[in-house]
């Protein structure tokens, strides 16, 4: 359908995308930047000093999030965040800070492997409270908001307590200087974005701590169950551990190989004598398709996909792959050619690649077509977001149509998608290179 003279373009769209991202209202709320590299989570333990409850909340900055403008060869962006918990309408704790971030090229200012994880410990009683926070992006003059609800349960009970779930990003040792991710003798960062399989981390690693309580025995029995949404119950184990001076701490995890990707929820559940339940905590995650997730669960759907961006020739060979270690070597191999900066951790070309199909799924599907196959899918993952979008969905005697705009490259091309059946499926006009079609503006 579309033609392969548009690939000579790929290259460079995918390593320099136009970001300006002001257009996403139009495809959807489920995939904007500001949702994808800007990211809360929070959990709640005991705290170790006092009778109060340490609610950590915990955020997540990626530089495409953020704009850097150039000051002396280095690329710089400045930004403010603000964390307000409230009781009721009275301020119970605030947390300020600025930080500047710096980068040496341009590359590596919009680089989406490039982000910042933090944790802010707050010392709080029982009782319900309202969490805001806010990113205030200096150079780019705009503010992102996040708010979430905490009901901080007591832990100083006569029965033995569990903790909140915290999905964990990394782990090691404690070293000699404290750090606010400290936990007993173990430092944890929290997986902030709750979604695992990406970047070929197919293991689910989660922290707890288990509370004894006093009038608990000397040890407890832990069941931990994961749910697929749609499924139901796909893994399930029961271990007794023993409480040392009055607390468990249980950073386990589980092997995600043989899962589907899917929506999940990590089920924790104290059982007491004649397994009566004591307590019970849960915690949602997403196991997201990645390239590795196609190429064990859905091969074709992969090499489909690589066909938007090269001719099928180009992909001789992979298609007769059935063992996956030969698959992923011929996976690697494809990108590795085209690498537009070899000798460096990230692929730029395939890690663009990829995030495009990600929106393009979350913002341009229909019934049961994924969103990477449609029309307007095809064309988002070949050129990106669209440096302006016109919209048309009620204008009489005629159907429902979108016109996007690319000026900022070497060639003016505006492509035209109609809703002919009033289904939300936007088809692509003639003529479907984009090109030849005067600007109307």
């Known amino acids: 359908m579309y033609a392969k003279t548009l690939l000579i373009l790929v290259g460079l769209c995918l390593v320099t995308p136009n970001a300006s991202g002001q257009h996403f209202s139009i495809y959807g709320n489920q995939n904007r930047p500001e949702d994808v590299y800007f990211l809360t989570d929070y959990a709640a333990f005991r705290s170790d000093s006092t009778d109060k409850i340490r609610l950590e909340v915990y955020y997540q900055i990626h530089n495409p999030i953020l704009k850097f403008t150039e000051d002396s060869g280095l690329y710089v962006a400045e930004y403010l965040i ?10 119970v704790g605030s947390f300020r800070r600025n930080r500047t971030v ?5 590359r590596k200012a919009k680089s989406h492997a490039d982000y910042r994880t933090n944790q802010v410990n707050f ?19 705009k503010v992102i908001e996040r708010d979430f609800k ?24 404690q070293s000699d200087e404290p750090s606010k991710f ?47 949404r749609l499924k139901g119950m796909l893994y399930r184990d029961s271990l007794t551990s023993s409480f ?36 019970f905590r849960s915690k949602n995650f997403n196991l997201t398709w990645s390239e590795r997730a196609y190429m064990k669960f859905d091969y074709r759907t992969i090499l489909n996909q690589l066909n938007i961006i090269v001719d099928k020739s180009e992909l001789e060979g992979m298609e007769d792959l059935e063992d996956f270690d030969a698959r992923v070597k011929a996976f690697d191999a494809f990108w590795l050619a085209r690498d537009p900066s070899p000798g ?22 229909s019934f049961t077509t994924s969103g990477w196959k449609t029309d307007r899918g095809r064309i988002y993952i070949l050129f990106g977001e669209p440096d302006q979008v016109d919209d048309y969905p009620l204008v009489p005697n005629y ?3 979108q016109e996007w705009h690319y000026y900022r490259g070497s060639r003016y091309r505006r492509f035209l998608f109609v809703d002919a059946n009033g289904d939300g499926d936007y088809r692509l006009q003639y003529p479907f290179d984009g090109l030849n079609l005067r600007p109307e503006f």
């Open 182 to 228: 400290d936990k007993g003798n173990l430092t944890m960062i929290p997986s902030v974005s709750t979604t695992f399989g990406d970047n070929n981390i197919w293991k689910l690693k989660y922290y707890t701590e288990i509370y004894q309580g006093t009038d608990s025995p000397e040890e407890v029995r832990i069941e931990t169950v994961v749910r697929h």
């Open 123 to 141: 010392e709080l009683d029982p009782g319900k409270y309202k969490v805001d926070i806010a990113l205030r992006d200096i150079n780019g003059e």
């Open 399 to 401: 159907m429902p149509y």
């Open 344 to 365: 460096t951790p990230e692929n730029e070309l395939k890690r663009e690649f990829y995030r495009r199909v990600r929106v393009a799924n979350a913002n341009f599907r």
């Open 244 to 279: 040392n001076d009055g607390i468990i701490r249980e950073l386990r995890e589980i092997s995600l190989d043989n899962f589907k990707p899917g929506d999940y929820e990590l089920e924790i559940t104290l059982t007491g004598k004649r397994k009566k339940k004591i307590d």
């Open 82 to 91: 603000t964390i307000d918990v409230h009781d009721d309408d009275e301020l």
């Open 102 to 106: 710096k980068a040496p090229n341009k």
């Open 150 to 173: 905490a009901k901080l349960k007591k832990f100083s009970e006569k029965t033995a307590r569990l903790s909140d779930i915290e999905l964990i990003q990394a782990a090691g040792a």
